[in-house]
């Protein structure tokens, strides 16, 4: 059984649920949960394939490049014009190429930080304008990673959007309590579309490493994701919740 088979009826009943990245992997089981636990919920994506999500769970979909400013602000007022309000904000989308520093492009990391930062800060700021303007409560919620806490090869621009989730989290905490909160997901190893793209021996080193001796599910990280956004949690913030099964534990 995975998560997403035990979904809480009614905990998100009515709330409109924001989720970047929302076409696939982490970001598709988010959606996924978060409607059967009765929120509405906007997926917005670069890939069109997140109109077919949105479509399965009785939700709306919203072509969005984060990197783009305009893009972005468009998504908050499509989202407000569709459902009147934004409740949570899950910023999850992202952009990576896995090389070493001196390997990597300009033009290459200008996209992967413009999506990581700018589209992070960026999202961040058109849903705490909004939860400000209507007076209500918020939850800010940012896909972190394994990779904000330690280095690994190869991954120094994706290292650096992920190390300034944190930091936007913190700060977006401490200047918007106790209305709005912000929280942190660090997940380790997920089973994704990406992760299946990789050799098996080399997926056995990544696992061995692990001691939980797997990848999560999406649906695992969006169950996380459920109760952060819930009123269970409603003193967490300001802080990463790490799902990695034991990973950063060994050190």
């Not at 999500?53 to 007022?77: C, K, Y």
């Not at 050799?199 to 996380?224: Q, T």
Request: charged share 25%; net charge negative.
């Amino acid at each position: 059984m995975t998560a997403r088979m035990f979904p809480v009826a009614d905990r998100h009943k009515d709330k409109v649920y924001v989720i970047t990245g929302g076409a696939e992997g982490i970001g598709r089981a988010c959606a996924e949960r978060f409607a059967a636990e009765g929120a509405r919920v906007m997926i917005a994506d670069i890939n069109p394939e997140g109109a077919a999500s949105a479509e399965t769970i009785g939700g709306a979909f919203h072509r969005t490049d984060m990197a783009d400013p305009d893009q972005v602000r468009a998504l908050a007022d499509a989202t407000i014009a569709r459902f009147g309000r934004i409740d949570i904000w899950h910023n999850n989308a992202f952009s990576a190429v896995f090389k070493p520093i001196h390997e990597q492009a300009l033009d290459e990391f200008d996209a992967i930080t413009g999506v990581g930062i700018r589209g992070y800060w960026m999202g961040a700021k058109a849903a705490v304008e909004h939860m400000r303007e209507r007076g209500g409560k918020g939850v800010i919620i940012n896909t972190a990673s394994v990779q904000s806490f330690v280095g690994e090869k190869g991954f120094s621009a994706y290292q650096m959007t992920k190390g300034a989730v944190l930091a936007l989290t913190r700060s977006l905490a401490v200047d918007h309590a106790p209305d709005i909160r912000a929280v942190a997901i660090a997940p380790g190893l997920i089973k994704t579309r990406a992760v299946e793209t990789i050799a098996d021996d080399v997926m056995a080193e990544v696992i061995a490493d692990i001691p939980a001796a797997r990848g999560a599910e999406p649906e695992e990280v969006a169950a996380l994701a459920a109760f952060i956004a819930s009123a269970e949690a409603d003193y967490m913030s300001g802080t990463a919740v790490i799902l990695d099964g034991a990973y950063l534990a060994i050190g």
